[in-house]
């Protein structure tokens, strides 16, 4: 006789596992929303600048969104085992166009900075897909190599990669992408159960680079001082960080609406790119910035599960890579915007302007639920005694089993302890009818 627990019903077959809802719900409300942002921040300025179209940026985005999302959908059915054949030959093709866009003549530059590869609709940043291949190389050397994680001598297959990306995209000069990085390959590194004293080292030492970084370059110690003390040079390097707040104050708690920004007219630079949540906290207030954070941690929540659940070593580290790389962009550009951060010019992942950015997280997304589904990146093995767990990403999956033991155990008890009962009470019966009979 079956007994069903209440509350407790068993998903249908076929249909995908909540952190896939979770994962797609999430991705689609930020991408809908970063459409509609884009073109309030942006109608103003492009209606009234050189392109004469306030439609100009939303045109893009509708464009490259549909095409981030084709690619989504390919790598949600069989991205994982294609792509892990492919890692090396990735993390090589990215390096190359690193090395590129430096080329005086064949990098497009912009605001100073030389990022980007081609013109018009087809200009690329070589730099976002650098990201995704740190990710990809990393989960795959971590999963194929589980001893690399003793020591920073075994890390170096992979830190040297790292260093060079870092090295590469500091160089054109882009500062804020290589923080990005960093910590996601450091919160890679973590979810593979690195020693949390190598890490110190590592973090060490990373924070001495950055710190060399910023003194040479007499921008970076700028954006550092108007960070500290936006006040001291209102019109100068302090600007930008001084209008963000003026836009998250005038919002208020409901926003002054939709598309009715001041600052976004001329005085918020960058208004559509990566200062664009502080058009969302003047327009829809606090209220908006909380409906926006609570989509980043759905998205977190279903990428950790996903990570947990995943079916093999791989997979794990590849879900927990790829949600760092979302969250951290995510938290760097919030945290600059409200002023908690210096300002480094990361956009916002699915809602800030940037065609190369959006393709990158959707087709990560795209792999995320690819996982969710319990897609493979090897053959079924059965784990190794010796092999070690992995931090955080095999913690939840353990206390879940260890609670099925549980309650498995108990429930044994139970019916043992009740069988028991019954055959004594029928032992007790046979021995009164047999005295009877005699």
């Not at 179209?53 to 985005?61: C, F």
């Not at 497009?108 to 980007?116: I, M």
């Not at 998250?248 to 001041?262: A, K, N, P, T």
């Not at 951290?328 to 956009?347: E, R, S, Y």
């Amino acid at each position: 006789m079956s007994i069903s627990l209440k509350g407790h019903r068993k998903p249908k077959r076929g249909s995908p596992p909540v952190e896939y809802s979770l994962l797609l719900t999430a991705t689609l409300c930020l991408v809908a929303f970063g459409v509609v942002m884009v073109f309030s921040a942006s109608s103003t300025t492009s209606l009234l600048g050189q392109t004469a179209d306030s439609a100009y940026y939303l045109k893009r985005t509708l464009l490259f969104g549909a095409v981030g999302l084709v690619l989504m959908r390919l790598m949600a059915l069989k991205g994982v085992r294609v792509v892990r054949p492919l890692t090396p030959l990735l993390l090589g093709a990215a390096l190359v166009l690193l090395l590129v866009v430096l080329v005086p003549g064949v990098g497009s530059s912009a605001n100073g900075a030389q990022r980007w590869i081609g013109g018009g609709v087809f200009q690329i940043q070589p730099s976002e897909f650098a990201k995704l291949a740190l990710v990809l190389y990393g989960a795959h050397l971590l999963a194929s190599r589980p001893r690399t994680i003793r020591s920073v001598r075994d890390l170096v297959p992979y830190l040297l990669p790292v260093g060079v990306v870092c090295l590469l995209v500091l160089a054109e000069p882009d500062m804020g992408t290589a923080m990005v990085a960093c910590l996601t390959a450091g919160a890679l590194m973590l979810a593979a159960g690195v020693r949390l004293r190598t890490l110190a080292l590592l973090v060490g030492a990373v924070g001495g680079v950055l710190l060399l970084a910023i003194v040479i370059e007499p921008y970076r110690m700028q954006r550092l001082t108007g960070f500290l003390h936006p006040s001291v040079d209102p019109g100068g390097i302090g600007f930008q960080a001084i209008q963000a707040k003026i836009a998250l104050g005038s919002g208020g708690v409901f926003g002054v609406g939709l598309g009715e920004s001041i600052q976004k007219a001329f005085y918020l630079p960058e208004a559509h790119t990566d200062m664009i949540a502080a058009v969302i906290g003047e327009e829809l207030g606090l209220l908006g910035i909380f409906g926006l954070v609570g989509l980043f941690g759905m998205f977190a929540y279903a990428g950790l599960r996903t990570a947990q659940r995943a079916r093999d070593r791989y997979t794990k580290l590849l879900a927990a890579g790829l949600t760092a790389l979302v969250l951290t962009q995510a938290l760097i550009n919030l945290f600059a915007v409200l002023g908690l951060a210096p300002l480094t010019g990361v956009p916002l992942p699915f809602v800030s302007y940037g065609n190369s950015s959006l393709l990158v997280m959707l087709a990560s997304v795209g792999l995320l639920l690819n996982i969710a589904k319990g897609a493979r990146g090897t053959a079924a093995v059965a784990p190794s005694r010796s092999q070690k767990k992995l931090r955080v990403v095999d913690g939840g999956a353990a206390r879940e089993r260890a609670a099925a033991r549980t309650r498995s155990i108990s429930s044994g008890a139970t019916s043992g302890h009740s069988r028991g009962r019954n055959r004594g009470t029928r032992s007790a019966g046979a021995r009164r009818s047999r005295r009877a009979s005699r």
